[in-house]
């Protein structure tokens, strides 16, 4: 639980990856933010096929408090990270193909700067380095440009952690309860 941001894409094939990765290390290196570097450069025509090697490609960053954003691909172009080429990579289920492709990165407990601080990067970014970039943000910023939108939003994650919180902390299990029935019972109707 907590605010989010989600976001797909592909590489845009005229562009240079190494010079991407230069730029986040820069942004990164300003916000005191950890990044770690992947491979730098793609295989050639890696991009006219589906398949992809095991390798990912471009960096990866992390502000404190929140959960890395991956601006990574796999040789074939498309937006991916190592946790998900582990878990979705080496099948061809429908469901996993797409999960493979699929990012997401909290920001709630970083906050309202640095997730502001992210959507701009991406902003800047996806006319240089993206062949097409999607982002669906949680905060609504990405799609609105309104901080005070974003800051509202904020503060309704942060109300609804502190209530589900204080909830938990409030009520035990029951001997014999199962967690099913234990989270019926603390939040029946949104009360306790």
Not at 10 to 25: G, N, W
Not at 40 to 45: K, R, Y
Not at 65 to 90: A, D, H, T, Y
Request: hydrophobic share 35%; charged share 25%; glycine share 8%.
């Amino acid at each position: 639980m907590g605010l989010a941001f989600h976001y797909s894409g592909s590489f845009d094939k005229s562009a240079s990856l190494s010079a991407m990765i230069e730029e986040v290390k820069d942004i990164s290196a300003v916000n005191k933010w950890q990044y770690t570097v992947f491979e730098q450069s793609f295989p050639s025509h890696s991009f006219d096929t589906e398949n992809y090697d095991q390798k990912i490609y471009g960096i990866c960053f992390s502000p404190s408090e929140g959960e890395p954003v991956w601006l990574c691909f796999l040789s074939n172009g498309k937006m991916s990270s190592p946790p998900n080429l582990q878990f979705f990579g080496i099948t061809d289920a429908p469901g996993d193909r797409e999960r493979l492709y699929m990012l997401s990165t909290k920001t709630q407990y970083a906050g309202v700067e640095v997730h502001q601080r992210i959507i701009d990067l991406l902003r800047y970014l996806r006319p240089r380095y993206f062949s097409d970039l999607k982002v669906s943000d949680e905060g609504q910023y990405w799609e609105t440009g309104d901080k005070g939108l974003l800051k509202e939003t904020f503060k309704r994650y942060d109300t609804a952690l502190q209530i589900v919180g204080t909830a938990l902390e409030n009520n035990s299990i029951l001997p014999g309860e199962t967690f099913e029935e234990y989270f019926q019972r603390v939040f029946k109707d949104g009360k306790n």
